[in-house]
């Protein structure tokens, strides 16, 4: 395992990849058999990351962008992927590549529903990249121009830097749309939640999460980084997340919501449940504030999420500290009760036995986990796919990741925007469907359709 990087060697925008180019024939002229070798050239004059990824050939495409750091890394094709049913499979790549290997991606929400025909391009419980190329931008706007080798995939390497384009300004206008469908509709929604209130009286389940889609059609295709560009200007203080499964095909998330993050044996993590939108006015904004604050089934719904990521975490965890109140997280388009949570894991857990720990929360699924996924299978209409699942990266002794939030899933001419709700005792399916209509207000709003809510 060997880490090169030329930091006296500045690329322009207009010629990125020579520098890198010749740092990397180098290092395959030395013909080593290293499992992975990361090569890195500083770059100056690049601009937005997202900017730069629209215009590569390169597919598949990730972006991320960190919600406290404000790390951005644009990720182009694969070098290596692991995928499957057993998120053990994992392990032994993360360990042969070393800790300078981050690998990308997430999980499938439920993977023992049955995929939903033409919806996601992939069946797969979960998939995990480690890219040809990434541009890297920490939040003081040093940028690194990054090449990962692994054994045969120095000519992809190459071939990737040959066809790097030049940055452009994102074109972030986009079509309206012609049609809109809700699945669940009102009746839809109505029986579930009634549904879910019935279940809690017969004391088979606390809490449970039902999510709606809402379909847009387009009269021409949507790019997704247009999207994810005016999404992200709108929804600061969120991670924001793009993963391209194929020509004009993306999921696209800027998600309040962190699993966890994890570094040198440490853990962050959070309990992220009760919602307030925001007040147009000063006044109003706290009014709902309190309201939050006050709110006896917010409270309730917010204990649950945070004593389960405590219990979930308990046998991986030596000490984990949260605060017994819970702190207003405040966002540009809405409130939530947060209660951060920092702990330190026993020798030996991995990002994966975390991973594997915590997915699905409360937050996104409901309590008791094996319950609540039951009712969803049983009355949601639709298969969640990558939509309230684990997104992010991950090494051999770090890792970070957010729940897929605030998102859509864009296919060509389509988008589908999803959200789900907390339901408990005391909810009401009017309130539940109009708290959605403000979950997805941030995308209504960057596609100028406010006034069609």
Known sequence: MSTIRRQTDVLTRYAPAEALTAEVRRVLGEGSAAPYRRVAVTVEGIGDPLAWLAVQPACPRFYWHGRDDGRRVAALGEALAVTGDDLNAVRPVVARLGPEAQLFGGLRFDPQRPPEPGAWRSAE???????LLTLEVDADGSARLVAHLVPHAGAAVLAALAALADAAPLDVNLPLPVARQD???RDGWNATVGAALAAFRAGQMDKVVPARRVTFDFPEPLDPFALMARL????????????EHGPGAAFVSASPERLFRLED?????EALAGTRPRGATATEDARLSDELHASDKEQREHALVRDAIAHALGPLAAALDADETPEAFALARGRHLRTPMVGRLRPGVSPLDVLAALHPTPAVGGTPTPDALAFLRAHEPFDRGRYAAPFGWLSLNAAEFAVGLRCGRVDET?????SGAGVVEGSTPEAEWAEIEDKIADFVAVLGLAERR
């Open 414 to 418: 389509r988008l589908a925007l999803y």
């Open 125 to 131: 419980a979960f998939r995990f990249t480690l890219p």
């Open 183 to 185: 699945l669940p509709d």
């Open 265 to 269: 044996g440490r853990i962050w993590t």
């Open 232 to 243: 992200e200007a709108a929804t600061p203080g969120t991670y924001h997340l793009l993963a």
